[in-house]
């Protein structure tokens, strides 16, 4: 349990200060809606960039929905473990330059289980 908390701790860290960048779902159109991030991708995205951050798998992240590309925008995500813990994970829009949106993902100090 011990190791289990210390890789967590390093995936706190790392996923802090990564980012990922997420491609906007639409047509090529210019229009006045905002790229968005599906519920699907935002959660591939996440489980990708976290796992490599704490170089171990996760068995799932799942996110309440995706994410609009607006600047402070968030969305809360569950990161669980293969041990079966979980840990609140929180998505932020940090840009979006020509249609494609960067987040941060966030994950919470302690397990929420």
């Known amino acids: 349990m011990r190791d289990v908390n ?16 997420l491609t906007g779902c639409g047509g090529g159109e210019s229009t006045a809606t905002q790229p968005t991030v599906a519920k699907t991708k935002l959660q591939a995205m996440a489980k990708d960039k976290l796992e490599a951050a704490a170089k171990r798998k996760a068995k799932s992240v799942t996110c309440d929905d995706g994410i609009v590309g607006k600047v402070g925008t968030t969305q809360r995500c569950v990161l669980t473990a293969k041990d079966g813990s979980k840990y609140g994970v929180t998505a932020t829009v940090k840009a979006v330059e020509s249609g494609k949106v960067m987040v941060d993902f966030k994950v919470d100090d302690k397990p929420t289980t």
């Open 6 to 21: 210390a890789k967590m701790r390093v995936l706190v860290v790392a996923a802090m200060v990564g980012a990922a960048v």
